[in-house]
């Protein structure tokens, strides 16, 4: 099976600066598809962003922006501006090719914006 | 659109009751997962369906839990008998084929007293 390795437990981020969240995942293979999900205190869990691998270009959703380096399997996701309202856990995910693919979770970062 | 739904939003309950969870997909979905959320073992995988036939259900922690999809628009996730270490939050997920994202319901918080 896929893993998804989060590393970092817990960041902060002052309002207003950039902030980096980490993910790498374990896979064979060549064509998946990577996620990140936001879970505010309201506990929904959202979706930030999608990434396809074999798509060279990082995607980006605003203020969200993921670092893919697929040779290092990494899938990292920056979010610029900082806001108050970020603040959640975030979830790095990972799907396969093959129709009906289950998602690999990874284990989450709580992030915390310092006004 | 209407998302995936589920029901009831919050469940107390004593242990040793019977406890049911609700879902309904989004329409033309064909992947339904059902996932278990505790502060201790964070976001875990139950179960899940494609269309309708249940595919992978070694999440399930044992013969107290069981989850059907009887047709593409419904499932449910029954407990019993309940048992306090049950009390989390319960997610319903559905997707479309492929490299489609999940869209998850807003969640059932268990709390089995």
């Known amino acids: 099976a896929q893993t998804v390795t989060q590393s970092q437990p817990e960041m902060s981020v002052q309002e207003a600066e950039t902030v980096t969240l980490s993910c790498t995942y374990d896979t064979s293979e060549s064509d998946y598809y990577l996620f990140w999900y936001k879970q505010p205190p309201s506990r929904q869990m959202i979706l930030v962003i999608r990434q396809e691998a074999y798509k060279q270009q990082n995607a980006t959703e605003n203020r969200f922006s993921v670092n893919f380096q697929k040779a290092a399997k990494s899938f990292s996701l920056k979010i610029s501006d900082s806001q108050l309202g970020d603040a959640a856990m975030y979830f790095c995910?990972?799907?396969?090719?093959?129709?009906?693919?289950?998602?690999?979770f990874g284990t989450g970062t709580s992030l915390t914006v310092i006004p | 659109d209407a998302g995936v739904i589920q029901s009831p939003r919050h469940e107390v309950t004593e242990m040793g009751q019977e406890v049911t969870l609700r879902c309904k997909p989004i329409?033309?979905?064909?992947?339904l997962f059902w996932y278990r959320q505790t502060m201790m073992r964070g976001l875990e995988l139950l179960i899940y369906?494609?269309?309708?036939?249940?595919?992978?259900d070694s999440g399930m922690p044992e013969d107290r839990f069981s989850a059907k999809m009887p047709n593409a628009s419904f499932s449910t996730l029954k407990i019993q008998p309940s048992e306090p270490r049950d009390s989390a939050v319960y997610f319903c997920?559905?997707?479309?084929?492929?490299?489609?994202?999940?869209?998850f319901g807003d969640g059932t918080r268990l709390s089995i007293l």
């Open positions: 997920a559905s997707s479309l084929r492929g490299g489609q994202p999940q869209h």
């Open positions: 329409s033309g979905h064909n992947s």
């Open positions: 995910a990972y799907r396969g090719p093959n129709t009906g693919n289950q998602f690999y």
């Open positions: 369906f494609n269309n309708n036939v249940p595919i992978d």
